[in-house]
């Protein structure tokens, strides 16, 4: 399985879909003037411009302690314990351990805005933030397809910090993986990712294509408060520019 796709192949596949751009932006059907409309595809054209994506990823064994309802792997010392994990993985042999990231420039851009023009800056965080949701989607659709033609199966990808599974886990995949030496990528004592623009996930893999994919934002502790989840009727486009 490749641990890597060409950068200019991804990149040519994100597009960044302005429905997505707005939902970051909390729009909720408000008026939209030509000038917001205008900077908002000018934020689409320059995220593309400065954005670095690249993924790195490995598979792993999958053992289980059913007492504790832990996850470990085989060459590995991962250890979770998530019952949200547990029973995610539930059928699985095995799953990939998946890392992606914009790069730092798309950083660098948000944070020289946040001084000049912070209307611009916030433009840029949503458009990047749908960025990095989308190369995880072509990365899942790219091994999907790979796998499927050996007759295995995906589950929902799911990061540490949706449910139960802690937020620090992401130093231990970090160093498990080399995050570091492979992507650039580091955390803070914090559990700050940076480059911020970063997703960490774990993907099932299943001979049985019967996995439950509903939308991981049901799964995320956070998701009866959240402003951005979808599924929320409040949250979805009515349109975009309106004269």
Not at 82 to 97: F, R
Not at 206 to 232: A, F, L, P, Q, V
């Amino acid at each position: 399985m490749v641990n890597n796709i060409i950068n200019s192949y991804i990149n040519s596949l994100i597009n960044i879909n302005k429905e997505e751009v707005l939902r970051y932006l909390e729009y909720k059907g408000q008026y939209i003037d030509r000038n917001l409309n205008d900077l908002i595809d000018e934020c689409i054209k320059m995220t593309k411009e400065k954005i670095n994506p690249r993924y790195y990823l490995r598979v792993y064994p999958i053992l289980r302690n059913n007492d504790n309802k832990s996850i470990f792997f085989e060459d590995c010392r991962l250890n979770f314990k998530s019952n949200d994990l547990y029973t995610l993985l539930h059928g699985c042999e095995a799953c990939i351990i998946l890392g992606t990231t914009l790069g730092i420039n798309i950083e660098k851009e948000i944070r020289k805005y946040s001084y000049i023009d912070l209307t611009k800056s916030i433009v840029l965080d949503a458009c990047a933030t749908t960025s990095i949701e989308e190369l995880c989607d072509i990365v899942e659709k790219e091994l999907s397809e790979e796998l499927n033609k050996e007759g295995k199966y995906l589950t929902m990808r799911y990061s540490p910090g949706y449910g139960d599974l802690s937020i620090e886990s992401n130093k231990d995949i970090i160093d498990t993986l080399n995050l570091n030496k492979n992507l650039g990528l580091t955390i803070t004592s914090n559990n700050i990712m940076i480059p911020r623009k970063s997703v960490i996930a774990i993907i099932g893999i299943t001979s049985e294509d019967k996995i439950n994919k509903k939308h991981k934002c049901i799964m995320c502790s956070n998701y009866t408060n959240c402003k951005y989840r979808k599924g929320d009727e409040d949250n979805e486009c009515k349109g975009v520019y309106k004269e």
